[in-house]
């Protein structure tokens, strides 16, 4: 196998490459009941996949009146995540797949991703992942977060990859849409099927509308790889 010398695929991390959200979720239960806020559904959670941890504990800070400052949250958040993140998380197969075949291929990759760079790291490291996976970009380190197209635009610098002829592998809307944005094509899986049909992934070049059990590494690596893509 071989893919075009140009080509650069950046992946998302959580419900792209892991399936990590009910640990965030989780994070997310036991940081509010901290500050008095009992009963975070996993309904109320699903309205922030995709987005940065930041953005989603601002939104959750101001809806809710809590007084701690902002990176108090985040801070406390990230440490019940990492805790729950290094034993829980596991790479879901088909995408351990892929990226098993592009690195073979010598394809360039990255993750780039709304969590901290801790997360990231203690993540991809539990996956097994984060020997084939150096290169990485947290939300953290550029101004804004997705749906805005900075991290992936970041990673494609630090791959060295013009954003053109970079492709994304994304499970949420704001991720899709931050690729568009990005100039980038996608492959979209969705995590939450109930999303399949927003207009965000209507964007992506390939799209497996029922998501990680629908996705075939195997298409996705010949979509990613065909000649002129």
Request: charged share 25%; aromatic share 6%; hydrophobic share 45%.
């Amino acid at each position: 196998m071989s893919a075009p010398p140009a080509l650069a695929v950046i992946f998302d991390l959580d419900g792209t490459l892991v399936d990590s959200e009910p640990a965030y979720h989780e994070a997310g239960r036991r940081l509010l009941a901290r500050y008095g806020v009992t009963g975070f559904t996993w309904e109320e959670h699903t309205r922030f996949i995709g987005i940065g941890t930041r953005e989603t504990l601002a939104a959750l800070r101001a809806e809710h009146g809590i007084d701690a400052p902002l990176d108090e949250l985040l801070e406390g958040k990230n440490r019940i995540y990492l805790e729950l993140a290094r034993t829980s998380a596991a790479a879901f197969p088909g995408m351990r797949t892929l990226v098993e075949m592009l690195h073979a291929a010598g394809c360039p990759m990255a993750v780039a991703s709304g969590s901290s760079r801790t997360a990231i790291d203690a993540v991809l490291a539990g996956a097994g992942l984060d020997g084939l996976l150096p290169v990485r970009v947290s939300a953290e380190e550029v101004g804004r977060g997705k749906p805005e197209p900075d991290v992936f635009l970041e990673a494609a610098r630090r791959l060295g990859v013009e954003p053109g002829r970079c492709a994304v592998v994304e499970d949420a809307p704001p991720g899709a849409e931050a690729a568009r944005r990005a100039g980038m094509r996608c492959v979209a899986v969705p995590y939450l099927p109930q999303t399949a049909g927003d207009p965000a992934f209507a964007a992506a070049g390939l799209c497996f509308p029922g998501g990680q059990s629908e996705f075939d590494a195997r298409v996705a690596y010949d979509w990613l790889t065909a000649p002129g893509r």
